[in-house]
């Protein structure tokens, strides 16, 4: 049972736009989310994170928004880049008294120049 | 910076071979996870550890074991590799809620 979603597998976007990655998850337990990024032959990096306390973290071009109500999350970055063509994957964490981290199955951005 | 490091980039194998990963961080964290990554399944846990000689299994633990001797060093062991076991494998070691990833093996069981 995937308990985090990532719905669309892939998104092309045009370079200068807005690049939204959306990320559903079942669990309520959950109480922190996190973005990661993946380059082919690579590890994933952490990218941005957001608890549940808040709605929205900015960290530069990326921004994450948290609806608990929908348990839902979508990553926005503005203005996309070339070099942010990845694979992105989200990621939650639940008060369950240790750090596992559930993925999703991963979204493929390419942004076209 | 955090450093995870995995013995191999690629590596190939026949079926019925043990195969040994081999992960070792140097930020002394307790944490260390084996993830397996496949298209359209994303990273799923195979076991983590939360202490020397501490294992847990995780979603797919079945077909694997892991050793952890040692604080910085986690083994992933494949006992009789089969086809179905071909994937990338990623370790990581956690603090603080963020995981920290290792480059991955790219394994392939003929």
């Known amino acids: 049972d995937q308990q985090v979603k990532q719905n669309s597998p892939s998104l092309s976007v045009q370079e200068g736009r807005i690049s939204i990655l959306n990320c559903d998850y079942t669990n309520s337990m959950f109480d922190y989310f996190l973005w990661y990024k993946k380059y082919p032959a690579e590890g994933p990096t952490f990218l941005i994170s957001?608890?549940?306390?808040?709605d929205k973290n900015e960290d530069g071009r990326f921004t994450v928004f948290l609806n608990k109500s929908a348990k839902h999350l979508s990553l926005h970055i503005v203005p996309s880049q070339p070099g942010d063509s990845a694979v992105y994957f989200c990621?939650?964490?639940?008060?369950?008294?240790?750090?596992?981290?559930?993925f999703g199955t991963g979204t493929r951005l390419t942004i076209i120049p | 910076d955090v450093k995870v490091t995995q013995s191999s980039r690629y590596l190939v194998k026949r079926t019925g071979e043990k195969v040994f990963l081999e992960c070792v961080q140097d930020?002394?964290?307790?944490?260390m996870f084996w993830y397996r990554q496949d298209p359209g399944l994303g990273l799923r846990l195979i076991y983590f550890?939360?202490?020397?000689?501490?294992?847990e299994k995780g979603d797919i633990p079945e077909g694997y074991s892991v050793s952890r001797e040692k604080k910085e060093r986690f083994s992933l062991i494949l006992e009789s590799a089969s086809t179905n076991q071909t994937s990338m494998y990623l370790c990581?070691?956690?603090?603080?809620?963020?995981?920290?990833f290792g480059p991955g093996t790219r394994l392939t069981v003929l």
């Open positions: 957001i608890s549940s306390i808040k």
């Open positions: 930020m002394d964290h307790e944490n």
């Open positions: 990621a939650a964490e639940g008060n369950f008294g240790n750090e596992k981290l559930t």
């Open positions: 990581a070691s956690s603090l603080r809620d963020r995981e920290f």
């Open positions: 550890s939360y202490d020397v000689k501490m294992k």
